[in-house]
């Protein structure tokens, strides 16, 4: 004997919550990398207190970090719209994950850059 199909009501109320999930996971991820960015751009300020690094290589990690820290907060909207698309579902993970791991990459390569030049 085969199950009866789910109930109209009860697959609405499931697309509801995914519709939910997907719109509180891109807000919390945006808020997150909002607080991490101001956090992170307060530090970068300082990281050159004083002053022995160049101030090109000063300038190229405030802006470095920055920029991967945007490349990091963007990468939520792809993973929050997962949620939403199935059909899409893979193409979205997959820009998730390269967006978030440019942005990481970026961050670090500047960061080993900006303290491996420090004399």
Known sequence: MSEAPPAPAAKAGVSVVWK????????L???????WGAMAFI????????????????????????????????AGIPAGLAFFWRDRRKLLLWLFAILFVTGALIQGGVFYSFFSSMP
């Open 29 to 35: 991820w945006i808020i997150e990398h909002l607080a």
């Open 43 to 74: 530090a970068d300020v300082m990281a050159n207190d004083s002053g022995r690094a160049d101030p090109d290589k000063h300038m190229m990690l405030i802006f470095g970090m920055m920029g991967g820290q945007v490349l990091c907060g963007v």
């Open 20 to 27: 939910v999930g997907g719109s509180l996971c891109i807000v």
